[in-house]
C-alpha cells in the first residue's frame, strides 16, 4: 500500500525557516517524483505544486514563487523527502501536501494535480508577519 506521511509544519515568524519531511512506504523513491502542493486557508489546492524531486534522475524543480528559498532534497535510504523553507512569507501559509508522482512530472512545466497518484495527508505551515 502506498502512504506519504508529513511532518514538521509549525508557527513561525516571516523570516524564519521549517523543514517539512515526508516518508514513504508501499514504493521507492527511484520509482516514482515526489512533489509538494499546496493549500492556503480559504482557498482550492494549487494546481501546480511548488517543488518536486526525481531521486532516480537527481532532477529538482522549483516554482519562480519559492525559488531560491525552498529547497527539496531525498534520502533513499530513510525513503524520506524533506523540503527546507527558509526566509518564510506570511504569503506561505498554507496545508502542505506531498504527494507521490508519474516519474516524469517534475519536468517541463513542473508537477500538477493530474500527476498526482497519491496524496499525504498534509501539514500546516503559518508564517505571521
Known amino acids: 500500500e502506498v502512504q506519504l506521511v508529513e511532518s514538521g509544519g509549525g508557527l513561525v515568524q516571516a523570516g524564519g525557516s521549517l523543514r517539512l519531511s515526508c516518508v514513504a512506504s508501499?514504493?521507492?523513491?527511484?520509482?516514482?517524483?515526489i512533489g509538494w502542493f499546496r493549500q492556503a486557508p480559504g482557498k482550492e489546492r494549487e494546481t501546480d505544486g511548488v517543488?518536486?524531486?526525481?531521486?532516480?534522475?537527481?532532477?529538482?524543480y522549483y516554482a519562480d514563487s519559492v525559488k531560491g528559498r525552498f529547497t527539496i532534497s531525498s534520502d533513499s535510504a530513510k525513503n524520506t523527502v524533506y523540503l527546507q523553507m527558509n526566509n518564510l512569507k506570511p504569503e506561505d501559509t498554507a496545508v502542505y501536501y506531498c504527494a507521490a508522482l508519474y516519474p516524469m512530472a517534475c519536468y517541463g512545466p513542473g508537477p500538477r494535480i493530474p500527476d498526482v497518484v497519491s496524496w499525504g495527508q498534509g501539514t500546516q505551515v503559518t508564517v505571521s508577519s
Open positions: 517543488s518536486c524531486i526525481s531521486t532516480r534522475d537527481v532532477f529538482t
Open positions: 508501499g514504493f521507492t523513491l527511484h520509482d516514482q517524483a
